[in-house]
Antibody, heavy 120, light 106 residues
């Protein structure tokens, strides 16, 4: 049974670094790409970055200088780090698995998300 | 960049109604479109992919249609459990989510 689960802090101080772990089960990180997406309260979804199944990464250019995504395949974990946090980084952070349809990529499994508040 | 526009932002309908949600793009995205349902406090759930393919386990009252720049999610007979926000997502020429349609029961 495919699952993803995010773990991380619910409160982080302004200008500090956020670290979130996505632990997956039921599939391999070398078979599927895993994405990070966030959602500010009451707002829409925003792509942050991607851990490709081959081990490479891609980042939303809006955040590129502040993001780092890494993984540990032996532990089935993908890690997100966001530095220099600001109050508008307050959001629910999700990891999600991408599957390939005939016309594009879509997210068939999501973690439950972790709500992070940036506090001054 | 290809822009996405979802409408309406808020939709109020009665149980049993046929409901139509719209997602338009500024250029063709060649059916590279998905629809998600997000209930309050939960993760999004994939309903439709490749514009018109029903995800496994999703009730058949949900359907997707469209091509080119215009796409539609239809709920054939609205049920109380369909109260949620619905997002479209494109993959072609960059991953983007629409701004969402909040669906409520009248």
């Amino acid at each position: 049974q495919e699952q993803l689960k995010e773990t991380g802090p619910d409160l982080v101080q302004l200008t500090q670094t956020l670290s979130i772990t996505c632990t997956v089960s039921g599939f391999s990180l070398t078979t599927y790409n895993v994405y990070w997406v966030r959602q500010p309260p009451g707002k829409g979804l925003e792509w942050l970055g991607t851990m490709w199944k081959g081990g490479g990464t891609d980042y939303n250019s809006t955040f590129k200088s502040r993001l780092s995504i890494t993984r540990d395949t032996s532990k089935s974990q993908v890690f997100l780090k966001v530095n220099s946090l600001q109050t508008d980084d307050t959001a629910k952070y999700f990891c999600a698995r991408l599957f390939g349809g005939n016309s594009g990529g879509y997210f068939d499994y999501w973690g439950q998300g972790v709500m992070v508040t940036v506090s001054s | 960049d290809i822009q996405m526009t979802q409408s309406p932002a808020l939709l109020s309908a009665s149980v049993g109604d046929r409901v139509t949600l719209s997602c338009k793009t500024s250029q063709s995205i060649y059916n590279s479109l998905a629809w998600y349902q997000q209930k309050l406090g939960k993760a999004p759930k994939l309903l439709i992919y490749d514009a018109n393919s029903l995800q496994t386990g999703i009730p058949s009252r949900f359907s997707g249609s469209g091509s080119g720049t215009d796409y539609t999610l239809t709920i054939s007979s609205l049920q109380p459990e369909d109260v949620a926000t619905y997002f479209c997502q494109k993959f072609y020429s960059g991953l983007t989510f629409g701004s969402g349609t909040k669906l409520e029961i009248k």
